[in-house]
């Protein structure tokens, strides 16, 4: 059983215009085993909260706390941040040319677990994942996002999540840009590190479709820089109905 | 067509265009006669990003009293190596010399190496001649000559130190093929001038990859010219520059005749304050040579502070009827991006920096064709790396 604690953190970056604020005291706990869908326009700061979390260096942490099991993450730098169990799933995964994926996978794992993963049973591991995601096998040979589809870039953050196994995911809007198919494939890997793993779920969204497919216990509607309203999946269905206007009038 | 690429391109890169005072590029002097080059001062065109302070000994027109040290493979059948006198050696040299360091060389050699293929002899295992400098002034000449339908590989490594200039002219009749490897593994404190001439016969090719890793000073010029249809050229490069180290590739291909095909793809890596590369990359489309096909491109990875890179490719096109010419130039900083997804992933800094610049080079080694020197390279630069590690400790 593992907690994510965020408790009223503030968040700056450097913009062209000067210091911008862009996290206003964000408070969120999130358990294993729980999926807390985030849902915010565009510019609400969603995106910012997944980088503070991972430890991105445009971000400025001026005030707050940030936790996993009691320990300070903030202190953490960001390959210990994923060795203690944090994972982010980004919305635009970066290339890295000349770089398989397979080796990628290997020494990221190696890295996490702290010694190399049972060369028999990993193999056997990777190859099911990739079954699972419907991704060929030849997918092991390509350089690290190199060239590939968005749909491929995202089952790829899944297939990563799905192996390395972290503590507490942060998915930043893996649904957009995705087709009904890849969104389905990607969701059933989201689920299934749930129900394998007793895994919790940051997940960033605009839109409600993916909520089919994910079903959230706990709805954070985001609204400049902070959480503006929570409730159930019933505060979900209201979006979808109302859109986000209700929230920007009063903002 | 030209297609130039300037994603990346940073402040610290200088990527001019056609940067070209003479007339054409066809138009440099060329001359077995020292006394034709005066003195390099550093404002010449060919020398204007070179290291000139350091390579002054290598002007000097007198005697060498160096020399390297050969260790040479089993020479199969058809493959000889023989001494040749200087008379017969520029005889037998595809070209006349391109600068003075290069004619210096050539006259104080006391002849050159030849290294002949017989024709139609097909050589399956590499020929590897290792050069160890044991200090001093160096000359050297080098013959490699393949006969008509000859195929070879041909490593030559350097290692040791000297201050060491040198012509290495490479005769490709027609339908021969050669892979030459080039391997710059000097110490720290060599100074290395060298001229490689490559002049190609119908339908020959040559595949030429030069690896700079060593040395305090390395300046190599590679010109390859097409005197056959139907030939190609494939020159790659690899260069790491450590501080205290300049590293220049200049190449020139003279697409003299039709139908021939040349790509030129050369990468750098730069890590340390006083680290310099220079790439210097001309292309020439000669009006009789209809159908070419060319394309250049230089990367330039800076991977601290205060590294410089300079890249300047320049095209010179005399016809129209071609099949496509192009170039592109890069040099980016290390991409922090692509350290935060690694690192993200649980993977340490230097793991992540490591991966990254593997990555950088992996397609250009695979090219060599050598597994040997595949592996040992990969080594090698795992090491760069690591040297990069403690530069970063000291900032």
């Not at chain 1, 400049?224 to 979900?236: D, H, S």
């Not at chain 2, 002849?111 to 002899?121: S, V």
Request: charged share 25%.
């Amino acid at each position: 059983m593992s907690t994510l604690e965020i408790r009223n953190l503030h968040v700056t970056v450097e913009t062209p215009e000067g210091t911008k604020e862009i996290l206003k005291g964000v408070d969120l706990t999130i358990n294993s085993g729980e999926t807390h869908a985030i849902m915010g326009p565009n510019g609400s700061g969603k995106s910012t909260l997944a980088y503070s979390v991972a430890g991105h260096p445009k971000y400025e942490i001026t005030e707050g706390s940030v936790t996993l099991d009691g320990e300070d993450v903030l202190e953490m730098s960001v390959d210990e941040r994923a060795k203690a169990g944090l994972f982010l799933a980004m919305q635009y995964p970066v290339e890295v040319p000349g770089v398989s994926v397979s080796n990628f996978l290997r020494t990221a794992k190696t890295a996490i677990d702290g010694e190399a993963p049972k060369l028999r049973t990993w193999v056997k591991d990777v190859k099911g994942a990739m079954e699972n995601l419907r991704m060929d096998p030849s997918f092991g040979e390509r350089g690290v996002n190199e060239g590939f589809s968005g749909g491929e870039k995202k089952r790829h953050e899944i297939l990563q999540m799905e192996l390395l196994q972290p503590k507490i995911a942060v998915l930043d809007e893996t649904d957009s840009g995705l087709d009904v198919d890849a969104l389905r494939i990607v969701s059933e890997g989201v689920n299934r590190a749930k129900e394998n793993t007793g895994l919790g779920i940051m997940l960033i969204t605009h839109y409600t479709r993916i909520l089919r497919y994910i079903k959230p216990d706990h709805v954070h509607v985001f609204v400049n820089g902070r959480v503006a309203e929570q409730g159930g999946p019933e505060l979900a269905e209201r979006l979808e109905a109302e859109g986000y206007d209700r929230y920007l009038a009063n903002a | 067509m030209t297609v130039t690429d300037h994603t990346q391109a940073t402040a610290d890169a200088a990527h001019s265009h056609g940067v070209i005072p003479d007339k054409s590029r066809a138009d440099r002097v060329v001359s077995f006669d020292v006394d034709a080059f005066p003195v390099p001062t550093g404002r010449e065109e060919n020398w204007r990003f070179s290291a000139v302070r350091d390579l002054r000994s290598l002007f000097a027109d007198e005697a060498a009293d160096g020399h390297l040290e050969w260790t040479t493979s089993d020479l199969p059948e058809g493959v000889t190596l023989t001494q040749v006198p200087a008379d017969e050696a520029r005889e037998r040299t595809v070209r006349e010399p391109g600068d003075r360091a290069s004619a210096v060389a050539v006259k104080h050699a006391g002849g050159a190496m030849a290294l002949t293929i017989a024709a139609n002899t097909v050589v399956d295992e590499p020929i590897t001649i290792d050069l160890h400098g044991t200090g001093g002034d160096v000359r050297g000449h080098l013959l490699v000559e393949l006969g008509q339908s000859a195929e070879a590989t041909v490593v030559v490594n350097r290692t040791g130190t000297a201050r060491y200039s040198e012509l290495v002219s490479i005769d490709l009749k027609d339908n021969a093929g050669l892979n030459l490897v080039l391997l710059q593994q000097w110490d720290e404190d060599a100074v290395h001038a060298g001229e490689v001439l490559a002049r190609l016969g119908r339908d020959s090719r040559l595949r030429g990859t030069v690896v700079t890793l060593g040395g305090k000073v390395v300046r190599l010029n590679t010109s390859a010219a097409f005197a056959g249809e139907g030939a190609s050229v494939d020159l790659f490069g690899l260069y790491f520059a450590d501080s205290g180290q300049h590293q220049e590739h200049q190449l020139f291909v003279d697409h003299a005749v039709p139908k021939c095909t040349s790509r030129v793809t050369y990468k750098g890596a730069l890590a340390g304050k006083t680290a310099r590369s220079v790439w210097i990359g001309d292309v020439l489309i000669r009006a009789a040579a209809e159908g070419t096909d060319t394309y250049e491109l230089n990367r330039n990875l800076v991977l601290t502070d205060g590294a410089r890179a300079d890249s300047v490719p320049n095209l010179e096109i005399e016809t129209g009827e071609i099949e496509g010419a192009g170039h592109a130039s890069a040099t980016g900083r290390f991409d922090e991006e692509q350290m935060f997804y690694l690192r993200s992933r649980g993977i340490s800094e230097e793991q992540a920096r490591k991966l990254v610049v593997r990555g950088f080079f992996a397609d250009l080694i695979h090219e060599i064709g050598v597994p040997a020197v595949e592996e040992s390279l990969m080594r090698q630069i795992d090491l760069e790396i690591a040297h990069v590690e403690e530069e970063l400790e000291h900032e």
